[in-house]
Nanobody
Framework: VQLVESGGGLVQAGGSLRLSCAAS????????MGWFRQAPGREREFVAS????????DYADSVKGRFAISRDNAKNTVYLQMNSLKPEDTAVYYC???????????????WGQGTQVTVSS
């Protein structure tokens, strides 16, 4: 599985961005998909995930109510809608895929190359 992110960029605080992650392969619907981020000098952290089996998406407390993850299995794509962005959301955002996983997404079997999101104050 290859993952390619897009949609990052520079935005002012309070603004919005939508990230996309396009996956190759014919088994996309069998993967839990997630977004992680890594800010300079910090470890990579979980942002959001959406299960292969449906159900309520999972979010980090820091983004609840501001970010929304969704997937389109027909397009092999997962999205992250980011609203009310804050300077502390500045990071490289990575898409991840984990095969038939359950529970909290801790990592991925496959990773994208990352896309930079910069929020100015």
């Amino acid at each position: 599985v290859q993952l390619v992110e897009s949609g990052g960029g520079l935005v002012q605080a309070g603004g919005s961005l939508r990230l996309s992650c396009a996956a190759s392969g014919r088994t996309f619907s069998s993967y839990t998909m997630g977004w992680f981020r890594q800010a300079p000098g910090r470890e990579r952290e979980f942002v959001a995930s959406i299960s292969w089996s449906g159900g309520v998406p999972d979010y980090a407390d820091s983004v609840k109510g501001r970010f929304a993850i969704s997937r389109d299995n027909a397009k092999n794509t997962v999205y992250l809608q980011m609203n009310s962005l804050k300077p502390e959301d500045t990071a490289v955002y990575y898409c991840a895929a984990e095969y038939l996983s359950v529970g909290t997404m801790l990592g991925g079997d496959y990773w994208g190359q990352g896309t930079q999101v910069t929020v100015s104050s």
